[in-house]
């Protein structure tokens, strides 16, 4: 059973950082993709970034060089490094990872921009 678990979320004023944090039970290393993905009050969840298996990432376009995805197989953990947090990245983020075509989901962290 593979479990996800987000840490790193909070309150920050805009244009500040935060470091999400996603620690997987079990090596990560077989995940064919992991991701972060966030669900903002009233609206849908929507994919943020992924990381393949060999580190390749892609980014949805808002975040786009203010936000980083990295991952360290060794600690089974994937982060997301926000930077330059503006008040519309205010949502529950999710970590998730894909196995085998089978989806996983953390239950989420919740990152509050204030403006």
């Known amino acids: 059973q593979v479990q996800l678990v987000e840490s790193g979320g909070g309150l920050v004023q805009a244009g500040g950082s935060l470091r999400l944090s996603c620690e997987a039970s079990?090596?990560?290393?077989?995940?064919?993709?992991m991701g972060w993905f966030r669900q903002a009050p009233g609206k849908q969840r929507e994919l943020v970034a992924t990381?393949?298996?060999?580190?390749?990432?892609n980014y949805v376009d808002s975040v786009k060089g203010r936000f980083t995805i990295s991952r360290d197989n060794a600690k089974n953990t994937v982060y997301l490094q926000m930077n330059s947090l503006k008040p519309e990245d205010t949502a529950v983020y999710y970590c998730?990872?894909?196995?085998?075509?089978?989806?996983?989901w953390g239950k989420g962290t919740l990152v509050t921009v204030s403006s």
């Open positions: 998730n990872a894909i196995l085998r075509g089978t989806a996983y």
């Open positions: 079990g090596s990560i290393f077989s995940f064919n993709v």
């Open positions: 990381i393949l298996s060999g580190g390749a990432a």
